[in-house]
């Protein structure tokens, strides 16, 4: 279900494996209880979350006010977040920055509309993935659900196992949270996680190994 990256007295992050939900009524032996288990922890709070489907990083707090300062942070949008997605499709751009609203839309999904009322706000690069696939580099601003497979889709490459957003099929979706960056009680913090289960990820570029030097284009004013 996961493995362990680092803890101290404050929080712990995780690998979550893909297929392995966060949600305690999608899971017949929930996430957290599971984790405490191997720590020895009594509780443990979520402070953000990933998609069934997504592997990758994963913050968890040891104790309430430790959950309450990470989760301030990320409402704050002072944490920087890193994802790695791959696509059978090209992009209609090669880089950029999408914005706008999300909404519901038919069953499960959600749709990007043209406004920016309360935009969802992705950054992403992509390069060649060899044989007919394209790998990203996603830095979300914001934490909406599905935010990134709906920015992706939206440029013409859903994730590639991603059925809900008609990615191509493939062993396991293809959408891994790669990078995580904050500042907690004086100290900063950086973790990288490369995926470790599939078969179609790319190599990848040297650049992107360290994505918080990278050129991210500036964002437009935000009222």
Known sequence: MFSLVFQNDDFLVIDKHPGISVHK??????LLSEVAKQTGDEKLYLIHRLDKMTSGLLLLGRHQKAASELSSMFADKTVQKFYLAVSAKKPNKKQG??????????RSMWKLLPT??????????STSGGEGKRLFLCKPYTGKTHQIRVALKSVGSSILGDETYSGAGADRGYL??????????GEAFSFQQMPSIGNEWPELPEEWQTPETLNWPKLPHQK
């Open 176 to 185: 891994h949270a790669f990078a995580l960056r904050f500042n907690h009680g």
């Open 116 to 125: 920016k009322t309360n935009p969802a706000i992705t950054q992403f690069f």
């Open 97 to 106: 920055t999408i914005i706008g609203d999300m909404t519901k839309s038919r």
């Open 25 to 30: 009524d999608d899971n017949d032996q929930p």
